[in-house]
Every structure is written in structure tokens, then in C-alpha cells.
T-cell receptor, first 115, second 109 residues
Framework: DTGVSQDPRHKITKRGQNVTFRCDPI?????LYWYRQTLGQGPEFLTY????????KSRLLSDRFSAERPKGSFSTLEIQRTEQGDSAMYLC?????????????FGEGSWLTVV | AQRVTQPEKLLSVFKGAPVELKCNYS??????LFWYVQYSRQRLQLLLR??SRESIKGFTADLNKGETSFHLKKPFAQEEDSAMYYC???????????FGQGTELSVKP
């Protein structure tokens, strides 16, 4: 499968711990997106990269959240000092062009449960 | 404010019945509209985009700028259409998508 891959698929952590998710986009896709999805809601945009540059961050992304894409390939999303409200599915997506010009492909997501 | 609203959380129809999943949006410019679908145990995937004006798996969607709507329609529902459907818009800036809350379509035999 050469689609968007995310790791880990599931993570249970204690409140206050740090967690990191990794996303490997489809090869040669220069755009990479992070979304968060909670039960009963659609995906909410968090941030996106074009190559290694982080071009937009949502106000949803508090100071405890940081995303990187150091070499313009894979990306990591770190959540520091996790809170119960961080429990959600974290989705990664990638595309070769903008949504208007091409298709955005989603990964299967990383489930986070904060206990 | 940019917003996508899907008023129905759940839509249940019988096989062969027509289906209409509603989507309304608010956006000050000229957005691009999309429908994404998530089948059970599968990842979110693009179903169709308004700019292509195509029919995918028998589904069509017409952008009505006057009513700011982009409803998804299919004349005869099939059981394999059962899934979560998300309407989304792109704001022409960077390509991020803004999603609605989703509608679960259940097609009964």
C-alpha cells in the first residue's frame, strides 16, 4: 500500500504525558495536512505544510501542539502535557496540488486516548 | 466565517429509494465544494468535486450559489452506499478543507 501511512494507529497515554505521531505522505506529495476528528464531528483542520514550510496553523493548535516536516517528507505531530480533551483521531493527509487542483489523500488516522 | 453545515446526522433509506444528503455552506468568496466518503473500516476518500461536474457511483451534486448549497443525490440507493458522507469546502488559500459534521447514510435491504 503506497497510501498515506500513520503511526501509531492507537495510543493510550496518561494525562500530562507527551505523545508524538508520525505521518508518511504519498511519495512526491509536497503538501501535507493534519486534521483532528472527535466522535460525531467532521475533521477539523490543524495545520499544513508545503514541502518543509509550515504555511498555516489553526487557532485550534494550542502551544502544546507542534508539528514539523524537517525534510519535506514525513511529518510529526507532538502534543505536550496531554489533556483529556486531546482525545481524538488525528488524521494526516497529503496532496500533490491544492484541493482545487488535485485530490487530497487521507491516512487511516491515529487514535489518541488520554486517561 | 467559513462553515459547512450538514443538518442530518443520520439518513436511513431503503434500497432503491432516492437519496439526498444536504449540505449548506457559508463563505464570502467562491469556494470549491467536495463530497468525501468513509466506508466502514476504510479511510476517508474523495467521492466527487463540484468543479468536475462528474457522476461517481451514481452520485451527483449541484452547486447552488443562490442557496449556498451542495446537496448530494442518487436516484436509487444501494446497500453498498452505506457510509459516512462529509461535505467540504476549500477556500482557495493553500488548499485546506473545511468539513461539515457528516451524515451517516444507512441503506436498508
Amino acid at each position: 500500500d503506497t497510501g498515506v501511512s500513520q503511526d501509531p494507529r492507537h495510543k493510550i497515554t496518561k494525562r500530562g504525558q507527551n505523545v508524538t505521531f508520525r505521518c508518511d505522505p504519498i511519495s512526491e506529495h509536497n503538501r501535507l495536512y493534519w486534521y483532528r476528528q472527535t466522535l460525531g464531528q467532521g475533521p477539523e483542520f490543524l495545520t499544513y505544510f508545503q514541502n518543509e514550510a509550515q504555511l498555516e496553523k489553526s487557532r485550534l493548535l494550542s502551544d502544546r501542539f507542534s508539528a514539523e516536516r524537517p525534510k519535506g517528507s514525513f511529518s510529526t505531530l507532538e502534543i505536550q502535557r496531554t489533556e483529556q480533551g486531546d482525545s481524538a483521531m488525528y488524521l494526516c493527509a497529503s496532496s500533490l496540488r491544492t484541493a482545487q487542483e488535485g485530490t487530497i489523500y487521507f491516512g487511516e488516522g491515529s487514535w489518541l486516548t488520554v486517561v | 466565517a467559513q462553515r459547512v453545515t450538514q443538518p442530518e446526522k443520520l439518513l436511513s433509506v431503503f434500497k432503491g429509494a432516492p437519496v439526498e444528503l444536504k449540505c449548506n455552506y457559508s463563505y464570502s468568496g467562491s469556494p470549491e465544494l467536495f463530497w468525501y466518503v468513509q466506508y466502514s473500516r476504510q479511510r476517508l476518500q474523495l467521492l466527487l468535486r463540484h468543479i468536475s461536474r462528474e457522476s461517481i457511483k451514481g452520485f451527483t451534486a449541484d452547486l447552488n450559489k443562490g442557496e449556498t448549497s451542495f446537496h448530494l443525490k442518487k436516484p436509487f440507493a444501494q446497500e453498498e452506499d452505506s457510509a459516512m458522507y462529509y461535505c467540504a469546502l476549500s477556500n482557495n488559500q493553500g488548499g485546506k478543507l473545511i468539513f461539515g459534521q457528516g451524515t451517516e447514510l444507512s441503506v436498508k435491504p
